[in-house]
């Protein structure tokens, strides 16, 4: 010996060092883990039941980790069990992820999420209304509605994407088509009058 200790992974004893990249995401999120134990956060009031909780989820997500890679055969008892692994992979890759390692999807977070769901639930409701007027003034289909209808399913479309809900997109698309088909056969047989409401 040469008078110190010796170490068997010399990189390992130094947890701190900044340039040094975790060789996988499971070392990263245990040296991440580790840095977050030594800085002794202490959450205030406002903040502690959400710290609780993400801490809880955490817990979960490790917990149904443990559990989805110990079944070795996790799509025999289910609907998809004459499927094969690359078939459910690209058909329903979420239930897919879930079933091989308890990965469950997670929500785009944007602060603009709340608000555009809202304008839509709201033109949705005028749309409504004028579809409304316009079928107890002659019985027609409204002009004014079916443009508010492609806005609307636009802005959905929108939501779904960012959220990963891809099979979500094609009633929202095939509405925009219905809606633009209608638009068009009210422009052809509007003739000399108005489009109306």
Same mark, same amino acid.
């Given at each position: +010996?040469?008078?110190y200790?010796?170490?068997?992974? &010399?990189? +390992?004893?130094?947890p701190d @060092?900044?340039w040094?990249?975790?060789?996988?995401?499971?070392?990263?999120?245990t040296?991440?883990?580790?840095?977050? !134990? !030594?800085k002794?956060?202490k &959450?205030?009031?406002?903040?502690?039941?959400?710290?609780?909780k993400? $801490?809880?989820l955490?817990? =979960?997500d490790?917990?149904?980790? =443990?559990?989805q890679?110990?079944?070795?055969? &996790?799509?025999? /008892?289910?609907c998809?069990?004459v499927?094969? =692994?690359?078939?459910?992979?690209?058909?329903?890759?979420?239930y897919?992820?879930?079933?091989?390692?308890?990965?469950r /999807?997670?929500?785009?977070?944007?602060?603009?999420? *709340?608000?555009?769901?809202l304008?839509?639930?709201?033109?949705? *409701?005028?749309?409504?209304?004028?579809?409304l007027?316009?079928a107890?003034? =002659?019985?027609?289909?409204s002009?004014?509605?079916?443009?508010?209808q492609?806005?609307?399913?636009?802005?959905?479309? *929108?939501?779904? $994407?960012l959220?990963g809900?891809?099979?979500?997109?094609? &009633? /929202?698309?095939?509405?925009?088509?219905?809606? @633009?088909?209608i638009?068009?056969?009210?422009l /052809?047989h509007?003739?000399?009058?108005?489009?109306?409401l």
């Amino acid at each position: +010996m040469s008078g110190y200790e010796e170490v068997s992974n &010399p990189l +390992m004893a130094v947890p701190d @060092i900044q340039w040094l990249k975790p060789a996988s995401p499971t070392e990263e999120v245990t040296q991440l883990i580790r840095r977050i !134990q !030594q800085k002794h956060f202490k &959450p205030g009031p406002a903040k502690k039941e959400t710290v609780e909780k993400f $801490w809880k989820l955490i817990a =979960d997500d490790l917990r149904m980790y =443990d559990k989805q890679l110990q079944n070795t055969t &996790p799509f025999e /008892k289910t609907c998809y069990g004459v499927c094969t =692994d690359r078939c459910i992979k690209r058909w329903d890759k979420t239930y897919w992820e879930f079933k091989v390692a308890g990965l469950r /999807k997670r929500n785009y977070v944007s602060e603009y999420k *709340f608000p555009v769901k809202l304008m839509s639930v709201v033109l949705i *409701f005028i749309a409504g209304v004028f579809r409304l007027i316009r079928a107890n003034q =002659d019985g027609k289909a409204s002009f004014i509605a079916n443009i508010i209808q492609v806005l609307t399913n636009s802005v959905v479309i *929108f939501i779904y $994407w960012l959220d990963g809900e891809r099979i979500m997109l094609l &009633p /929202k698309i095939g509405a925009i088509v219905v809606s @633009i088909a209608i638009l068009y056969g009210i422009l /052809k047989h509007a003739g000399a009058e108005t489009v109306g409401l």
